[in-house]
Structures are given as structure tokens and as C-alpha cells.
T-cell receptor, first 115, second 113 residues
């Protein structure tokens, strides 16, 4: 049981390039999330998904796209990378502990630098 | 949607003393309040949570209290130790929007030896 696996762990992009951050979970969780964490700052929700085929915007969705074709995978696409997207990206999945409460399991993070 | 404010942003306490971090929320329908701890260079992990039908919950040296009337909840750490140094995040979710988990801005706790 690997939990939440993110790839790559590190990546340097040039301005204007595109890339996809991969996220997969093997816990059969319905809910999945992408957060970004700028240096010394908090966790900002980019996109989330409540199940295969369903995605929704979070707090900071601009410049990103997601898809959820399977329960296991939730890739995050960056189009036309900008320096403002330099951050650590965390993927997470969650399970319900009842009454709508969801406990998040995070991946190890992907550190992206845009130069 | 829900808005969670967290204070203070940084906190430094002497080892052995207590630390308190406070969060306020805006949605009166919120019913679940988790706290996550993120050690330096690591991923966030759940350390304690509380539901709206409970006023206080303890787990060894950590406790969380909830005041629904005032719409605020707090994390209490007693007898602080060096390993308590980390960033702590709170969140508040309502049943109707339980999947959209938005965090407070975080508190960086430093324990002085």
C-alpha cells in the first residue's frame, strides 16, 4: 500500500513550457485534491475531485487544468508556466470518517521551479 | 464558502511551556474541524480533529476546543517538546461541502530549548 504517489519530485521549467504533475493513490479514495504551498506560506487548494469524471475549482485554479478519468489518478496540468507557479505541489486523497468529515492523506510533494 | 482565519502566524515558546493556536470560521454549518502538522520538508499529517457535537477532545499532550457560538476553535499543546516545532494548519468543513477542504494560513511554532 503506497498511499499517494506523486511524480516528479523535482522539476525545473522554463517560462512558457507546459508539464503534467502525476498523482496516483491506491487506497480507493473517492476524493482527491491538489494544493500548492509557496515558500513559508500556507496550503492553497487548486482543484479537487469527488470521483471519476468530476472535478471542481478550488481557491487558485488559474493556470492549471485537471482531469479524473479513473479513481486512482488525478494529474495536474500546467500550461504556459510562469514564475508565479514556482511552488511545492501536494496531491492528496481523502476518506470519510462519517458525517461528511474527510481525512486527508498527502503525497510527498513535487517541487516546481519556473525560470 | 467557508473562510478560516488562523492566528498567530508565528509562535515561539520555551520548551515545557504550553502553546495555543486559534482559528475562526465563517460558516455556521461547519461541523468538522481538523488540525494538520507539517514538519520541515515533510507532508502535512492529521494530528487531531473535533466534530461540532463535542466541545473538547484530548490526545496525550494535544487538545482541541470548540466554541460554536463564537465560531472559533483552538489547538492546545502542553509540555512542549522540540519535536513539536512545525507548521500547524486548521480547517473547517460543513457536511454539504465536506469535499472542499480549505486551510487556515498556518502557524509556525518554534520551541526554544
Amino acid at each position: 500500500n503506497a498511499g499517494v504517489t506523486q511524480t516528479p519530485k523535482f522539476r525545473i521549467l522554463k517560462i512558457g513550457q507546459s508539464m503534467t504533475l502525476q498523482c496516483t493513490q491506491d487506497m480507493n479514495h473517492n476524493y482527491m485534491y491538489w494544493y500548492r504551498q509557496d515558500p513559508g506560506m500556507g496550503l492553497k487548494l487548486i482543484y479537487y475531485s469527488v470521483g471519476a469524471g468530476i472535478t471542481d475549482k478550488g481557491e487558485v485554479p488559474n493556470g492549471y487544468n485537471v482531469s479524473r478519468s479513473t479513481t486512482e489518478d488525478f494529474p495536474l496540468r500546467l500550461e504556459l508556466a510562469a514564475p508565479s507557479q514556482t511552488s511545492v505541489y501536494f496531491c492528496a486523497s481523502s476518506y470519510s470518517v462519517g458525517a461528511g468529515a474527510n481525512v486527508l492523506t498527502f503525497g510527498a510533494g513535487s517541487r516546481l521551479t519556473v525560470l | 464558502g467557508e473562510n478560516v482565519e488562523q492566528h498567530p502566524s508565528t509562535l515561539s515558546v520555551q520548551e515545557g511551556d504550553s502553546a495555543v493556536i486559534k482559528c475562526t470560521y465563517s460558516d455556521s454549518a461547519s461541523n468538522y474541524f481538523p488540525w494538520y502538522k507539517q514538519e520541515l520538508g515533510k507532508r502535512p499529517q492529521l494530528i487531531i480533529d473535533i466534530r461540532s457535537n463535542v466541545g473538547e477532545k484530548k490526545d496525550q499532550r494535544i487538545a482541541v476546543t470548540l466554541n460554536k457560538t463564537a465560531k472559533h476553535f483552538s489547538l492546545h499543546i502542553t509540555e512542549t517538546q522540540p519535536e513539536d516545532s512545525a507548521v500547524y494548519f486548521c480547517a473547517a468543513t460543513a457536511y454539504s461541502s465536506a469535499s472542499k477542504i480549505i486551510f487556515g494560513s498556518g502557524t509556525r511554532l518554534s520551541i526554544r530549548p
